[in-house]
């Protein structure tokens, strides 16, 4: 094997491993008319957990329209809200439930071409035995304080 092919190969592998969940657009409502482009909007999308199966995610997000958005160059705002739901039964790895897996990402979109971008990261209260979910923004120099979370007991399933 030459060495090209192993550092793709690795690369295929680390990103397939490491990329948290991608979300299905679920629908949207436009917030503001535009002359130029499409109207500015808030996306609903949802998405799974990727470590824990039985765990599914809705998230609203604000997506600036215009002609800058058009070509992929506005700022997103940082205004989201998540809502988090068990859907089947969970089942935790010891990772997790050793909270050392606290403050995972599970999923990240880019809200701005270069240096802003939305994240949700997973927590385990084992007190409670409930997973939290968090979506905030950041942003390489300064981030934003807006955020919202979601709590889900993990109950049996039937």
């Known amino acids: 094997m030459n060495l090209k092919f192993l550092k793709n190969l690795t690369f295929l592998v680390l990103t397939i491993t490491v990329l948290p969940a991608w979300a299905?657009?679920?629908?949207?409502v436009?917030?503001?008319?535009?002359?130029?482009g499409p109207d500015d909007k808030?996306?609903?999308?949802?998405f799974d957990?990727?470590?824990?199966?039985?765990v599914a995610c809705?998230?609203?997000?604000?997506?600036?329209?215009?002609?800058?958005g058009a070509i992929g160059v506005a700022e997103d705002s940082s205004d989201?809200?998540?809502?988090?739901?068990?859907?089947?039964?969970?089942?935790l790895s010891e990772k997790i439930k050793s909270g050392k897996n606290n403050?995972?990402?599970?999923?990240?979109?880019?809200?701005?071409?270069?240096?802003?971008?939305?994240?949700?990261?997973?927590f385990y209260d084992k007190t409670h035995n409930t997973l939290i979910y968090l979506v905030y923004?950041?942003?390489?120099?300064?981030?934003?304080?807006?955020?919202?979370?979601?709590?889900?007991?993990?109950?049996?399933?039937k």
């Open 137 to 157: 923004s950041d942003r390489v120099i300064e981030g934003s304080p807006k955020q919202s979370i979601s709590a889900v007991p993990i109950m049996p399933w």
């Open 42 to 46: 808030i996306i609903i999308e949802s």
């Open 30 to 36: 436009d917030t503001n008319f535009k002359w130029t």
């Open 24 to 28: 299905e657009r679920i629908g949207h």
């Open 58 to 68: 809705f998230l609203s997000r604000a997506k600036t329209g215009g002609f800058s």
């Open 80 to 91: 989201a809200s998540i809502s988090c739901r068990q859907i089947a039964a969970i089942t």
């Open 49 to 54: 957990d990727p470590e824990v199966s039985g």
């Open 103 to 122: 403050g995972d990402q599970v999923f990240e979109k880019r809200t701005s071409l270069v240096f802003k971008s939305m994240q949700v990261v997973r």
